[in-house]
Structure formats: structure tokens, C-alpha cells
């Protein structure tokens, strides 16, 4: 079974704040993602990786970075938090045009 | 544009009713895939079906069938007798590009004992 892990469910955090969300898969998926998911708006698409140290700009990449130093690892990156930015945050992967696969999702506040 | 719409935002059912949950989609791609995912209470979202846009035939898994109109742009999730463990959000989404996913905004299942 496809493994994607995140590495918290919960985070508080103080505005300002720098933050990081790991994001970890284990089947060797060359392409990564990072949703954020708010009430009536579904998911938009924040960042995505198509191979290590590739990235690109998604839906609404302002406010954010990501980094990809390893195949199996997906960093998002708030630079300064914001209380804009409290959210569900939900970290996907896939092998090429396949379905993506879901971690457990990073429940952010910023106070 | 890229664009889908979930327009029934709650849906409230007993157990045992048939219930269908609408998807509607926008491209200008004459080549696309169409998904659905299931979000338990527990948050992680699950995928249920896949479907490419030259293949219109329905699909039936069990309880669950998908109806699939590109006249209509339309890709309609069916449950049949309905049970709790269905409760959820649902998702839509519509993949472009290089594997990007727009999602339509999910449609809340309540099913009630």
C-alpha cells in the first residue's frame, strides 16, 4: 500500500512564526503535492514537484515555498505566518497520470 | 478555464436511501480525467474512481456507480442503500496539465441511522 505520512496532524503556531510541513511518501512517486483545504473552497493546489529539486507554483503559491531535496521527502514552507494561513494542509503523490494518494492532512492555526 | 462545481453542498439521507451526488466540470481539454475521493471524519482522503474522457461507459463497484455524460459535462456518484460508514465529504476533481487536480468544492454525506 501507498504510505504518504505528514509530520503532524496538529500545529499551532504564532503569527510571524517560521513553519515547516514534512510530507514523506515511501513508493518511489516522482511527483509531489501541497493542498490546502478550507471550508466551501475545496482543494487549491499550493506547490507541486515533478522530480527533485523541481518545483512549480500551483494555484496559490503566495505566501509559501517548498523544497525537494529527496525523491521521497515534500517540504512546505509558511516564510512568515499568517493567521490567513490557519488551515488544513494535505500533502499528495503520484506516479505519472495515476491517482494521487493523500497523507492523514496538517490542521495549521496561527494565532 | 479549469473549473468544477459540487452544487449540493450538504445532503442529509436515512440509512438504506439511494443517494447521488452531483459533479459538473469545465475544459477546454479534449483529453482529461475525472475523479472522485471520499474524505472520512478521519481526514485523509480516499480515491474511489478514475475516468478518462474517452471512455464514457458507467461504472459500477458495489454499492457505489458513477455516471459519466461528456454532453452534459457531467460525472454523477451514486450510492445505493445508503449506510453510516458512507458518511463523509466528497470530492470531485478534474485533472489538467501535468497532473494537476482542480477539486470542486465537496458535498458533505450525512447518513443517518
Known amino acids: 500500500d501507498v504510505k504518504v505520512t505528514q509530520s503532524s496532524r496538529y500545529l499551532v503556531k504564532r503569527t510571524g512564526e517560521k513553519v515547516f510541513l514534512e510530507c514523506v511518501q515511501d513508493?518511489?512517486?516522482?511527483?509531489m503535492f501541497w493542498y490546502r483545504q478550507d471550508p466551501g473552497l475545496g482543494l487549491r493546489l499550493i506547490y507541486f514537484?515533478?522530480?527533485?529539486?523541481?518545483?512549480e507554483k500551483g494555484d496559490i503559491p503566495e505566501g509559501y515555498s517548498v523544497s525537494r531535496e529527496k525523491k521521497e521527502r515534500f517540504s512546505l514552507i509558511l516564510e512568515s505566518a499568517s493567521t490567513n494561513q490557519t488551515s488544513m494542509y494535505l500533502c499528495?503523490?503520484?506516479?505519472?497520470?495515476?491517482?494521487?494518494?493523500f497523507g492523514p492532512g496538517t490542521r495549521l492555526t496561527v494565532t | 478555464a479549469q473549473k468544477v462545481t459540487q452544487a449540493q453542498t450538504e445532503i442529509s439521507v436515512v440509512e438504506k436511501e439511494d443517494v447521488t451526488l452531483d459533479c459538473v466540470y469545465e475544459?477546454?481539454?479534449?483529453?482529461?480525467?475525472l475523479f472522485w475521493y471520499k474524505q472520512p471524519p478521519s481526514g485523509e482522503l480516499v480515491f474511489l474512481i478514475r475516468?478518462?474522457?474517452?471512455?464514457?461507459q458507467n461504472e459500477i463497484s458495489g454499492r457505489y456507480s458513477w455516471n459519466f455524460q461528456k454532453s452534459t459535462s457531467s460525472f454523477n456518484f451514486t450510492i445505493t442503500a445508503s449506510q453510516v460508514v458512507d458518511s463523509a465529504v466528497y470530492f470531485c476533481?478534474?485533472?489538467?496539465?501535468?497532473?494537476?487536480?482542480?477539486f470542486g468544492a465537496g458535498t458533505r454525506l450525512a447518513v443517518h441511522p
Open positions: 514537484s515533478y522530480d527533485v529539486k523541481m518545483k
Open positions: 475516468r478518462n474522457s474517452f471512455d464514457e
Open positions: 499528495a503523490s503520484t506516479r505519472g497520470s495515476h491517482e494521487q494518494y
Open positions: 476533481a478534474l485533472r489538467w496539465g501535468y497532473n494537476k487536480l482542480i
Open positions: 475544459t477546454r481539454d479534449t483529453t482529461y480525467y
Open positions: 513508493m518511489d512517486h516522482e511527483n
